[in-house]
């Protein structure tokens, strides 16, 4: 056995490094492809114009990916307003207040919810939600900011729930004693000891979440109406970045300038969810920090 | 409230207990268990104890381990409640009112301090661990809070070790620190029985000393429930002691007496530390 021991140290080293090695990879492939269009496009205009019309047959187009940008931030921030609540209170009640033949079955309802795949959820905002907001919303087309983003809360919340669930049962039985054996009810034990003692699982519950949203594809691209305008109410359709390129990219050919762009929208998500994973991660350190002082 | 009568022929039925305590006189008892018994399943974790506590007294319970000194700690305060396969037949009387039938069980916690055997330092700051209870009732003035957190503090000799590290988390304490905070924790609402289990375990002897030193003062203001498996620490501090085995109520008296003239042999030799 112990000379297997280097080589299986080796192994473990590598397997760790992957991970690393392959986001490395991910960002060097995505910026090869977007390189030649890199020193080109007019950035000003990249960021702040709702413009979009890709070049054909060799004319100049333009890229103002502004709407873009704005709906998938738009689409996710709301989608998160009606997820956060709901799955941290479904956890709430799961580890907390259910009996344990209601929580088993509740579980296994939300580990279904989770495997719906992302085009079926797609199949739902067109033809369950959207009649729904046509009807009783006054949408002039069902497929919206608004349907999108119920569809992507419905998405998320499976797992903000099952990552909340476990961080609130990680905390030991005794804080809940201490907490109700000094006369607090059980909604204070859960607000006062509970919370802050699971915080750092239910931050990462909720970021998990966004990240989620962010970068879903397909249910939004069937959801939201697919329309480059900057969303004034939430019945407005808009279009999202990954829903721009999931549509365009058949239509744009390799090497072409259009091609080149839908890589670079590629990077700017990239850089969106690596940055709200990174913000979370200094909030989680910031708190730990705070905590040590 | 128990009238002398109905008193004696309650403990006449213990009858280990009667004897011993003919001697105290005990009109009104703070706190009284009458016919308590506690199973959990098919375990039985406590067998037909009965005991008075005069209120400003120290009742030291001690016996070996699983003889149902904590068991009999949580009917005090209902958490007994938190475990599902537990049955309590009997009666807990709190200044004559019955605690196992109680609706308000919140209300009855806040009446009863508890200190758990190991800390348990809630993931608050110090401060916020202290005034947590007295928020939940309803103190939120600064002034008011400020007051409470250092009294509870200083009653649990932690106030000059934490007292420039306030907002510092409760749960970066050291082990016996924490403890003490539990102390100052179940001290915040200046509850009228003070229940520890085994609170010293997890304290070095100088500062248990201390800590036993406050509660013969907070004794003058509340009634306290000591478990301990130190019987000398009973021995200091109980005026009264009982002696539970194996789910049973061996006996109970004065301390004086239960040390120097135990009715049975066998409280004899726990007592005198020969077997447990």
């Known amino acids: 056995m112990d000379r297997l021991e280097k080589p299986i140290e080796y192994l473990v080293r590598l397997c760790g490094w992957s991970s690393i090695i392959s986001v490395a990879a991910i960002f060097i492939f995505i910026f090869r492809e977007a390189a030649p269009v890199i020193s080109k496009i007019n950035f000003i205009e990249f960021f702040t114009s709702t413009e979009w019309h890709p070049s054909k047959h060799g004319e100049p187009g333009e890229y103002g990916a502004l709407a873009l940008i704005v709906g998938n931030f738009a689409v996710a921030g709301v989608a998160m307003v009606m997820a956060f609540p709901l799955g941290l209170g479904a956890a709430v009640f799961i580890s907390e207040f259910a009996s344990p033949k209601v929580r088993e079955t509740l579980k296994i309802g939300i580990e279904l919810l989770a495997a719906v795949p992302s085009i079926v959820w797609g199949f739902i905002g067109l033809t369950v939600i959207s009649p729904l907001l046509v009807d009783h919303a006054g949408a002039e087309i069902g497929t919206n900011l608004l349907n999108g983003s119920i569809i992507l809360a419905l998405m998320s919340v499976p797992l903000i729930v099952s990552i909340s669930e476990d961080a609130l049962r990680a905390v030991p039985d005794s804080y809940r004693e201490a907490g109700l054996a000094l006369g607090a009810n059980k909604w204070e034990m859960v607000a006062r000891v509970l919370f802050p003692a699971a915080k750092n699982g239910l931050l990462a519950a909720c970021m998990l979440g966004v990240g989620r949203a962010v970068g879903e594809t397909m249910a939004v691209l069937l959801a939201t109406g697919n329309t480059n305008q900057i969303p004034h109410s939430l019945i407005d359709p808009i279009k999202t970045l990954t829903a721009t390129i999931a549509s365009e990219m058949n239509d744009a050919a390799r090497g072409e300038e259009h091609f080149q762009v839908l890589f670079l929208l590629g990077i700017l998500l990239l850089v969106i969810t690596c940055t709200i994973n990174l913000i979370a991660d200094l909030v989680i350190k910031g708190m730990k920090g705070k905590a040590n002082a | 409230m128990n009238t002398p009568a109905i008193t004696s022929s309650i403990l006449l039925a213990d009858g280990v207990s009667s004897a011993s305590t003919s001697s105290h006189q005990m009109n009104s008892p703070h706190l ?245």
């Open chain 2, 32 to 276: 009284e268990f009458k016919n308590l018994s506690v199973s959990y399943g098919p375990k039985v974790a406590l067998r037909q104890i009965s005991i008075q506590v005069p209120k400003n007294t120290v009742l030291g319970i001690v016996g070996p381990a699983n003889s149902g000194k904590s068991t009999l700690l949580k009917t005090i305060n209902r958490t007994i409640d938190f475990i599902s396969t537990a049955r309590v037949e009997g009666s807990v009387a709190l200044a004559g009112e019955e605690v196992t039938t109680m609706k308000n069980v919140y209300a009855l916690r806040r009446r009863i301090g508890m200190v758990f055997p190991l800390p348990v330092g809630l993931p608050l700051t110090v401060y916020e661990n202290v005034a947590f209870a007295p928020r939940r009732i309803g103190v939120h003035g600064k002034a008011e809070l400020d007051e409470i957190v250092e009294r509870c503090l200083r009653d649990s000799v932690l106030w000059d070790e934490v007292k420039d590290r306030l907002d510092m988390l409760g749960t970066k304490l050291s082990g016996g620190q924490q403890q003490r905070l539990t102390l100052a924790r179940a001290l915040s609402l200046s509850p009228e029985i003070l229940c520890l289990d085994e609170f010293s375990i997890a304290i070095d002897p100088v500062t248990t000393m201390k800590i036993e030193d406050v509660l013969m003062q907070l004794k003058e203001k509340m009634t306290i429930i000591l478990v301990t498996n130190l019987t000398q620490q009973a021995r200091r501090m109980a005026d009264h002691v009982a002696f539970l085995n194996d789910s049973e109520l061996v006996e109970w008296g004065e301390n004086e007496a239960m040390f120097n003239r135990p009715k049975k042999e066998i409280t004899g030799r726990y007592l005198n530390g020969e077997f447990g």
